[in-house]
């Protein structure tokens, strides 16, 4: 029992690490082109993280200005598209919400996934948040698939699964997702690559050989 306990600690440490450099089953898959220089550890450009997280930081804060404490409401962005979880009070409010986040610079596809209902409780979004360190932890566990190519989200138990990955792979960590407890649905969010694409980012990504003569650079 020890063991089992303290490898899942472990697990979970991994997939939290992750976190930094990165939701049965209802796909919605956007399909996309895949973009150059990919990193190794994300998928994304440089250039592309530092805009997801400029426009997660500028449409909370309009949202904010807007709807004030009134709505819950999560902006979440790969590869600039922006996917809206949480809680408005009207169907005005998620309209206006995703007009919002439309308008802010460098979004180019939003997905509205906003419930038109009350806020959903601390002890909810608890629940949601140990979830999503679950899935994570899965997905390092299975060891067949990348881990960081996917940003998890998730929202009322429902697991919101985003990334640039073949289709292999979005099948994979669907699988995986669908098999973590107190999921009660896996909605897709990625955009599809090749596995030529695929081979031909690996390859690019590979690191030089490192010689005795030479020390090996340190990459940030």
Do not use: W
């Amino acid at each position: 029992m020890k063991l089992t306990m303290n490898r899942t600690a472990c697990t979970l440490l991994a997939a939290a690490a992750l976190a930094a450099g990165l939701s049965a089953c209802a796909p919605l898959v956007v399909g996309g082109a895949m973009v150059g220089g990919l990193m190794a550890t994300d998928r994304r450009t440089t250039g592309t993280q530092v805009e997801d997280e400029g426009i997660e930081l500028r449409a909370a804060n309009r949202i904010r200005e807007v709807l004030g404490d009134r709505a819950h409401v999560n902006v979440t962005s790969f590869n600039r598209q922006a996917l809206l979880t949480g809680e408005v009070p009207t169907a005005q409010d998620r309209a206006t919400v995703e007009k919002i986040v439309t308008e802010v610079n460098n979004v180019r596809a939003v997905v509205n996934d906003l419930g038109v209902m009350p806020n959903s409780s601390l002890g909810q979004r608890s629940s949601d948040t140990l979830t999503t360190g679950k899935v994570r932890a899965s997905f390092v566990d299975a060891k067949d698939v990348f881990a960081s190519a996917y940003k998890v989200v998730t929202e009322r138990n429902v697991v919101y699964l985003m990334g640039l990955v073949t289709q292999r792979e979005a099948t994979r960590a669907t699988e995986i997702a669908r098999g973590v407890s107190g999921v009660s649905k896996v909605v897709r969010v990625f955009e599809m690559i090749t596995e030529d694409d695929l081979r031909r980012a690996s390859t690019t990504q590979s690191p030089a050989p490192v010689t005795t003569d030479q020390p090996a650079s340190k990459s940030n």
